[in-house]
């Protein structure tokens, strides 16, 4: 059974950092890319950033680049985005999932799995 676990998450101001964790197994971890998407309340879910497979590829949209980092560590079959300089707008539940594929990664529907998500909520 595979199971993706998010961590992290909380209640922080503006200007501050939070670093989010997905923990995977049931899954050969370094054959999936890993990619982190967010809900925000009364809008859809937005892809935020991925990282290849390897490592070696990695993809944000626009709003948090400068800000976001994702890495992972295939050794520990986890997944980590790094958020600094939080702003208000970062407030979302965020989700992280696994494709096999690097491509199409802003669309959701192609993950084959998901975790549970973690609540980040950043006060002005």
């Known amino acids: 059974q595979v199971q993706l676990v998010e961590s992290g998450g909380g209640l922080v101001q503006a200007g501050d950092s939070l670093r989010l964790s997905c923990t995977a197994s049931?899954?050969?971890?370094?054959?999936?890319?890993m990619g982190w998407f967010r809900q925000a309340p009364g809008k859809e879910r937005e892809f935020v950033a991925a990282?290849?497979?390897?490592?070696?590829?990695?993809y944000y949209i626009d709003s948090v680049k400068g800000r976001f980092t994702v890495s992972r560590d295939n050794a520990k079959n986890t997944a980590y985005l790094q958020m600094d300089n939080l702003k208000v707008e970062d407030t979302a539940i965020y989700y992280c999932?696994?494709?096999?594929?690097?491509?199409?990664?802003?669309?959701?529907?192609?993950?084959?799995?998901w975790g549970q998500g973690t609540q980040v909520t950043v006060s002005s």
């Open positions: 990282r290849s497979r390897n490592g070696m590829s990695t």
């Open positions: 049931g899954l050969t971890f370094s054959t999936y890319t």
């Open positions: 999932a696994a494709k096999r594929e690097w491509g199409s990664l802003a669309i959701g529907s192609l993950y084959d799995y």
